[in-house]
């Protein structure tokens, strides 16, 4: 089992930053591809950005590239997001989530990750 605790979130005007995290215990860390995804109010939820397990590798939503970071320090257990000049249609539920694989592997459905947390509500005002 591998339990994920997302933090970070909150209101910020458009324009502005936020940085979440994704805090992992129970199993090796570094085993885990991982990836965060959001869900908006009467949406499906959606992929956003992707990392692999020795942070490498990184892949991003088209709507979000240029704007958000994804990085990870292994040593810590943790996963990072890093959202810059947000908009309002970023507002969301985050979830981050972990999927045992092989390194540099992708992976963009919700459906393959076997691990998620409880989420962290980002909302960004006009």
């Known amino acids: 089992q591998v339990q994920l605790v997302e933090s970070g979130g909150g209101l910020v005007q458009a324009g502005g930053s936020l940085r979440l995290s994704c805090a992992a215990s129970g199993r090796t860390f570094s085993n885990y591809n991982m990836g965060w995804f959001r869900q908006a109010p009467g949406k499906e939820r959606e992929f956003v950005a992707g990392?692999?397990?020795?942070?490498?590798?990184?892949y991003y939503t088209d709507s979000v590239k240029g704007r958000f970071t994804i990085s990870r320090d292994n040593a810590k257990n943790t996963m990072y997001l890093q959202m810059n000049s947000l908009k309002p249609e970023d507002t969301a539920l985050y979830y981050c989530a972990a999927v045992r694989s092989l390194d540099y592997s992708r992976h963009y459905s919700a459906r393959e990750y076997d691990y998620w947390g409880q989420g962290t509500q980002v909302t960004v005002s006009s």
């Open positions: 990392i692999s397990r020795s942070g490498g590798n990184t």
